[in-house]
C-alpha cells in the first residue's frame, strides 16, 4: 500500500473538495476551524475527529451532517480498504489481547477485532501509517485484513476490551482453587452443599460485574442473563426482546460475578440451592439511576442469574409514546378516571404489561390520590406509589394485601396479577365498595379475560358489575428509521389474515426492513405496543352470562370499537411503524 498519503487535514480536505461534499469557498474557512479544534482540543485529536466536530454538512443533496461515522466510510472508500463498525456484541475479548498488548494497541491506534485460525483482522484508524503490519504478521504468523474504523470507537474499545479481557484473566487465576467445579455436575453439587465462597469482592471481579452492567446499559438491553454451562460461562443480552449472546467466561468467573452480584443485592451469597429474588439500584455513566430485579435458579452446573433492567424514566413517558393510537388513549384515560371499577391489562410474560400500568398510575397519582400498590415482585420502585410485595413466606399473598390495603384509605389498588379465585373476590369486593382496581391477567386477547374469570369460578353477574375496560397488549419490533425502505410488498392472503374483514384498505407499498450497522443489521431497532382495548357497554355487559360464549364477546366487543390486536399491528404497518411477519409472530396464539 502506499504510504505517500496520510489522515491528515490537508489530505481530508483535499478529498472532500474532489467529491464535491464541501465546496472551495467554504473549504478554507472549515479548515482553519478543524485545525483549531485539533490544536487546543485533547492531545492527538484525530483529523477525521475533528472534521466531524465542526459540524459540517455536505454540499451534496440531502445536505446532512458530516459525522463521523459518514466520514468514516466516507474516508474508508477514498483509501480503498473496508470500512468496519464495532458492534462489541460481535468480539471475542480474549482473542484480542491474545494478539497484542493494550500498550501496542494504543500507540498505533489499532484495535484486533476478529481472529481467525488463518487470519486477523484488525481495525486501524489510519491505513496508510501501517509500520506495525510486518510485525504483527510475523508474530501471528497469520495473513492480516485491514478496516478502518471509528477513532473515537477505537480508543473506547482498545481501553474497554484490553481491560475486561485482563480483569477475566487475573480473575481466573484468583479463583484458579475452583477450577474442579467443571469436571462433573456431582461435584458441582458437592460445592453447592459447602460454605465455601468464591471471593466476591475482588477487585477484577469489581470490574468485571461493573463493566456487564454499563454494557447492557449502552446496549439498550432489557435483560442480562447468566447462564452457567458444563465448561464455560455464557453472557447474553436481551435486546428488543430477541437474545444476543455477548461473551463466554470460564466457569469460575462466572460463579465469582454471580457471588458479587448476589451480595449487591442483599441475597444469601452461601445459598445456592434454592431460587433467590433481590435487586439493585445503580446509575448509567450519564448519571440516570437504574433499576436492576435479580433472580437466580439453580441449575445442573451453577445458579443461572437473570436481571431485568427497568428504566425508571419509562413511566413518564406519554401514552402515545408507548404505542397508543390517539383514539384509543382517549378512551383509556376515560377508563381510568372512573371512580372505581376493575380494568384488567392481559398479555403473555415480556408484552409490557407492567409498563402500561406503571406509566397510568403515574399520570393518576396526584397529591390528593392514594395509590396503593401489592405486587410479586416489586416491579419499579415509586416514590409516588404505597407499594406493598407479596411475601408468601409469610403467607402475605396477594388477596391478603388487598384486603389490608383496603384499611388503608385508598382511591386506586393495583394488583400485580390475579392468579386465582380468593385474589378475584378481593379485587372485586374492592371494586364494589367504591374503589379504582387495576390488575393483569394472563390471555391471549381481551375478550378472554371474561372467560378466564369465569372458570376461576367468579360468579357472571359480579363480572357485570365491576368490568369497566379490558386491554390486551403485544410488543413488536419497530423498523429501523436508518435503513427501512420502502419498496417491500404483501401478499394478499398475509393482508387477509390481519385485518379479517376490517374496513381497512391494502397499502400499495409497505416498507421492509433492511439491516445497518445503527441496527446490527437486523433491520429493526427498538419495541412499541399494539392494543386491543375493550370497554365495557351495556351490550357487552349483557353478554357476560354463566355460559357465555367468547365469539359472542368479541363479536359485541368489536361492534362496541374494540379494535383486534391484528388489526391494531395493521395499522402500524400502514404506517411504516413495523412489519407483517412482526405482528404475525406475537399474535400467533390468537388464531
Not at 466457569?251 to 452480584?261: D, E, G, H, K, W
Amino acid at each position: 500500500m502506499s504510504t505517500s498519503k496520510t489522515f491528515s487535514l490537508q489530505q481530508l480536505f483535499t478529498w472532500l473538495m474532489e467529491d464535491g461534499l464541501v465546496k472551495k469557498e467554504d473549504a478554507k474557512v472549515a479548515f482553519n476551524h478543524a485545525r483549531a479544534l485539533q490544536k487546543n482540543g485533547p492531545a492527538g485529536m484525530h483529523a477525521l475527529t475533528a472534521i466531524a466536530q465542526a459540524k459540517l454538512y455536505s454540499a451534496l443533496k440531502p445536505q446532512q451532517l458530516l459525522t463521523l461515522d459518514f466520514l468514516t466510510e466516507w474516508a474508508a472508500k477514498k483509501a480503498n480498504v473496508p470500512f468496519y463498525r464495532i458492534d462489541p456484541l460481535r468480539i471475542d475479548f480474549t482473542k484480542v489481547a491474545d494478539i497484542m498488548t493494550s500498550t501496542y494497541a494504543t500507540r498505533f491506534n489499532i484495535l484486533p477485532v476478529d481472529a481467525t485460525p488463518d487470519t486477523v483482522t484488525i481495525a486501524t484508524t489510519d491505513p496508510f501509517d501501517n509500520q506495525w503490519l510486518d510485525e504483527i504478521s510475523r508474530l501471528t504468523k497469520k495473513r492480516i485484513h485491514l478496516v478502518l474504523s471509528n477513532p473515537l470507537d477505537v480508543a473506547q474499545y482498545t481501553a474497554q476490551f484490553f481491560s475486561l479481557a485482563k480483569s477475566i484473566k487475573d480473575a481466573r487465576k484468583s479463583n484458579s482453587n475452583d477450577i474442579a467445579l467443571r469436571n462433573n455436575f456431582e461435584q458441582l453439587v458437592e460445592l453447592g452443599n459447602s460454605n465455601k465462597a468464591v471471593d466476591a469482592n475482588d477487585q477484577h471481579i469489581i470490574n468485571i460485574v461493573d463493566w456487564l452492567w454499563q454494557f447492557a446499559f449502552d446496549q439498550r438491553a432489557s435483560d442480562i442473563h447468566l447462564e452457567p454451562k458444563r465448561d464455560v460461562g455464557t453472557i447474553r443480552f436481551r435486546i428488543d426482546g430477541v437474545l444476543h449472546q455477548v461473551y463466554q467466561v470460564p466457569p469460575v468467573v462466572m460463579i465469582a460475578m454471580t457471588a458479587r452480584i448476589k451480595l449487591l443485592g442483599r441475597m444469601d451469597v452461601i445459598e445456592k440451592r434454592r431460587p433467590q429474588d433481590g435487586r439493585v439500584k445503580t446509575r448509567t455513566n450519564d448519571g440516570q439511576e437504574v433499576e436492576l430485579r435479580l433472580s437466580t435458579l439453580p441449575t445442573a452446573f451453577g445458579e443461572k442469574v437473570v436481571m431485568r433492567i427497568f428504566d425508571p424514566e419509562v413511566v413518564v413517558k406519554t401514552l402515545p409514546e408507548l404505542g397508543f393510537p390517539t383514539k384509543d388513549a382517549v378512551r383509556w384515560d376515560n377508563l381510568t378516571q372512573k371512580p372505581h371499577g376493575i380494568i384488567l391489562v392481559t398479555g403473555p410474560t415480556g408484552s409490557g404489561k407492567t409498563t402500561t400500568l406503571y406509566t397510568t398510575l403515574k399520570a393518576l397519582a396526584t397529591p390528593d390520590v392514594n395509590v396503593c400498590t401489592v405486587e410479586d415482585p416489586i416491579e419499579m420502585v415509586e416514590a409516588s406509589f404505597n407499594q406493598m410485595q407479596v411475601q408468601s413466606n409469610i403467607e402475605l399473598d396477594f388477596a391478603d394485601g388487598i384486603r389490608a390495603l383496603m384499611r388503608q384509605d385508598p382511591d386506586i389498588i393495583m394488583v400485580g396479577e390475579i392468579r386465582d379465585l380468593p385474589t378475584a373476590e378481593m379485587a372485586i369486593q374492592a371494586a364494589l365498595t367504591g374503589h379504582l382496581v387495576l390488575s393483569t391477567l394472563h390471555t391471549n386477547d381481551a375478550p378472554s379475560a371474561i372467560m378466564r374469570l369465569l372458570q376461576l369460578g367468579v360468579p357472571y353477574y359480579l363480572l357485570e358489575a365491576t368490568i369497566i375496560g379490558i386491554l390486551a397488549q403485544r410488543l413488536v419490533r419497530t423498523l429501523c428509521p436508518h435503513c427501512k425502505s420502502d419498496d417491500g410488498e404483501l401478499e394478499d392472503a398475509v393482508w387477509e389474515a390481519l385485518i379479517d374483514q376490517w374496513p381497512l384498505e391494502k397499502p400499495k407499498k409497505i416498507y421492509r426492513p433492511v439491516g445497518c450497522l445503527e441496527c446490527r443489521h437486523t433491520g429493526y431497532k427498538g419495541r412499541t405496543g399494539i392494543y386491543e382495548l375493550l370497554t365495557v357497554t351495556q351490550s357487552f355487559s349483557k353478554q357476560i352470562q354463566a355460559e357465555s360464549d367468547i365469539h359472542a364477546l368479541r363479536d359485541q366487543a368489536i361492534r362496541d370499537d374494540m379494535k383486534p390486536l391484528r388489526v391494531a399491528g395493521a395499522y402500524k404497518i400502514v404506517d411504516g411503524v413495523t412489519t407483517a411477519d412482526e405482528v404475525l409472530k406475537v399474535t400467533s396464539a390468537l388464531f
